[in-house]
T-cell receptor, first 113, second 114 residues
């Protein structure tokens, strides 16, 4: 079975500051890793994904994430946030060849002016 | 393609009533999922269709819940004899085979049971 732990439930940050949202996962098999973003009263939107190869992956809206196999982590980063980045962010895993994605509990990013 | 469409967006119902939600996935996606999301939590898996076949159901899906995907196109999720604990956002997602594409989600149906 897989599990996902998002280490911070809320992250307040000032506009134009860098941010890191932390994610750790547990799995006995290899997995694909994802970050999704959810704006209020909307569904989730895929930000980026790690399948294989380079451990640094870039996504939409200037976000990037780094896969660390030894630490079983997949932290999300952005060098300079905007007010419009205020949303809930979910880390997720799916076993390679599997069918069910497991989501973390989410991190609420709040960008202050 | 207009993405994944869910209807209705909001549903308020009295306890004990039946409700049905509809999901129209992206047409070429053969996998369709239903997830439930409660306040402050991530989406929880409910059930999964590969084309028209329902291949997995979560233990969260009691006998009061039933889902269908006739002809592998749209899907419906029905909750019978609703309870207050059923209040949640119900999310539909679709994708292609392989697991490596990520999901395309609909905007969800928010159910409130009063």
């Amino acid at each position: 079975a897989q599990s996902v732990t998002q280490l911070d439930s809320q992250v307040p940050v000032f506009e134009e500051a860098p941010v890191e949202l932390r994610c750790n996962y547990s799995s006995s098999v290899s997995v694909y890793l994802f970050w999704y973003v959810q704006y209020p009263n909307q569904g989730l939107q895929l930000l980026l994904k790690y399948l294989s190869g380079s451990t640094l992956v870039k996504g939409i809206n200037g976000f990037e994430a780094e896969f660390n196999k030894s630490q079983t982590s997949f932290h999300l980063r952005k060098p300079s946030v905007h007010i419009s980045d205020t949303a809930e962010y979910f880390c997720a895993v799916i076993p390679t060849g599997g069918f069910k994605t497991i989501f973390g509990a989410g991190t609420r990013l709040f960008v202050k002016a | 393609d207009t993405g994944v469409s869910q209807n209705p967006r909001h549903k308020i119902t009295k306890r004990g009533q039946n409700v049905t939600f509809r999901c129209d996935p992206i047409s070429e996606h053969n996998r369709l999922y239903w997830y439930r999301q409660t306040l402050g939590q991530g989406p929880e898996f409910l059930t999964y269709f590969q084309n028209e076949a329902q291949l997995e159901k979560s233990r969260l899906l009691s006998d009061r819940f039933s889902a269908e995907r006739p002809k592998g196109s749209f899907s419906t999720l029905e909750i019978q004899r609703t309870e207050q604990g059923d209040s949640a956002m119900y999310l539909c997602a679709s994708t292609l085979d392989g697991g490596n594409y990520g999901y395309t989600f609909g905007s969800g149906t928010r159910l409130t049971v009063v």
